[in-house]
C-alpha cells in the first residue's frame, strides 16, 4: 500500500465509523488499547478474501443405535434370525463395507432363494448388513448413497422376514427419484451383479469389536 493510499484508508474509517458500532464494550475498548493487533487482524483478513476454505471431506462412518427395538413393517410376520439383529458395530466405515455376489450372479442370475441358503450354509449371515445398518446409511442421503454404491440396489440379507403371505423378503438400499427408500424384494426374484449384498469386512467388525 503506498504512503498516498494510507490516509484515503483512514479517511474512509472515519466516513463508515457507524459500522464498527456492530462491536461489544468490550471489543471497541480492546480496539482502542490494542490498536496495532487490531489492525493486523483486519490486514490479514484483507488478504485472505480471495482465498477459499478448505473443503473439509464428508465422513464415511456410519453410527447405528443397536439400542433400541427394530421396527418392521407392518405386514412382517416373523423375521427368520431376529438374534443376528442386535449385534455389530456402533460405527462402521461404510468404504470398509464388502459388496458380495454369489458366483451365479457374477455369470448371470441368482435366485434370491439360492443366495439366502448358501448365506446360511456357509455362516456368512452375522456378517452381512441388515435392515438397522441400511437405515442408519439412508439417512445420509441421495449424494451419499450414489457416491458409495454407484446406483447399485445394496441388500441386507441378516434380516429376511417372512410377509403375510407367507413370501420371503430382504430388505435392500436403493435410490427413488430425489431420496433414498429402504425396498423389500421376493426371495423368489432373480439376481443380477448389480445387487450385490453388502457385508463388513472382517469378524471384528461383525461383533463391533
Known amino acids: 500500500m503506498t504512503e498516498q493510499q494510507i490516509p484515503k484508508l483512514v479517511a474512509s474509517f472515519v466516513e463508515h465509523q457507524s459500522c464498527f458500532s456492530d462491536l461489544s464494550v468490550e471489543d471497541g475498548q480492546w480496539v482502542i488499547q490494542k490498536t496495532s493487533d487490531a489492525i493486523a487482524l483486519c490486514v490479514k483478513a484483507i488478504r485472505d478474501r480471495g482465498k477459499e476454505s478448505p473443503e473439509v471431506p464428508e465422513s464415511s462412518l456410519i453410527h447405528v443405535d443397536r439400542t433400541t427395538p427394530l421396527v418392521y413393517p407392518d405386514w412382517v410376520t416373523k423375521a427368520l434370525h431376529p438374534e443376528l439383529e442386535n449385534i ?3 460405527e462402521f466405515d461404510v468404504e470398509q463395507l464388502e459388496c458380495w ?22 455362516d456368512m449371515l452375522a456378517g452381512c448388513l441388515g435392515l438397522r445398518d441400511l437405515q442408519a446409511i439412508q439417512k445420509r442421503g441421495l449424494a451419499f448413497v450414489r457416491k458409495h454404491f454407484q446406483g447399485q440396489a445394496v441388500f ?8 403375510r403371505s407367507g413370501n420371503l423378503r430382504v430388505p435392500c438400499l436403493c435410490g427413488d427419484g430425489g431420496g433414498v427408500v429402504v425396498d423389500w424384494r421376493w ?9 450385490p449384498a453388502l457385508r463388513f469386512a472382517s469378524k471384528s467388525s461383525v461383533l463391533g469389536v
Open 88 to 90: 455389530g458395530p456402533a
Open 101 to 122: 455376489l454369489h458366483s451365479d450372479q457374477k455369470k448371470g442370475v441368482a435366485k434370491g432363494e439360492i443366495i439366502c441358503k448358501y448365506l446360511e450354509t456357509n
Open 156 to 163: 441386507g440379507w441378516r434380516s429376511v422376514v417372512l410377509d
Open 187 to 195: 426371495l423368489v426374484d432373480g439376481w443380477l451383479s448389480d445387487n
